[in-house]
C-alpha cells in the first residue's frame, strides 16, 4: 500500500517554528515531485511549496516564501517543511502529496499558531 504520512504538526506561538515531515511508502519515492498544501478553516485549500524529483527545484507560495524552506532526504523517503517565522494566519491542517499522477496524499497534521 501506499502511504504519505504527514506529521510534526502542534501548537507554537507567533513567531515559533515546526518541522513537517512527509514519509513515504509504497512508492520509488525519489522519482516524485512532493508538495506540501494547506487548509485553514474557511478557506479555500492552498498550495505551500513543492520539491521536485531529481535536482530538487524547489517552489514556495507567497505567502509564506522567505519563512519556510522545503527539503528532501531520499535515503529516508521524506520530505520536510521548516517553518519559521510562523504567524496565526498559518494555522490550517497540512498535507503532503505527490504533484503528478498517481497523485497520493494521506492524512494531514495540524498547525496552530496562537498565543
Known amino acids: 500500500d501506499v502511504q504519505l504520512q504527514a506529521s510534526g504538526g502542534g501548537l507554537v506561538q507567533p513567531g515559533g517554528s515546526l518541522r513537517l515531515s512527509c514519509a513515504a511508502s509504497?512508492?520509488?519515492?525519489?522519482?516524485?515531485?512532493i508538495v506540501w498544501f494547506r487548509q485553514a478553516p474557511g478557506k479555500e485549500r492552498e498550495g505551500v511549496s513543492c520539491?521536485?524529483?531529481?535536482?530538487?527545484?524547489?517552489y514556495y507560495a507567497d505567502s509564506v516564501k522567505g519563512r519556510f524552506t522545503i527539503s528532501r532526504d531520499n535515503a529516508k523517503n521524506t520530505v520536510y517543511l521548516q517553518m519559521n517565522s510562523l504567524k496565526p494566519e498559518d494555522t490550517a491542517v497540512c498535507y503532503c502529496?505527490?504533484?503528478?499522477?498517481?497523485?497520493?496524499w494521506g492524512h494531514g497534521t495540524l498547525v496552530t499558531v496562537s498565543t
Open positions: 502529496m505527490t504533484k503528478t499522477s498517481p497523485i497520493y
Open positions: 520539491i521536485e524529483s531529481g535536482f530538487g527545484d524547489t
Open positions: 509504497g512508492i520509488a519515492f525519489d522519482d516524485y515531485a
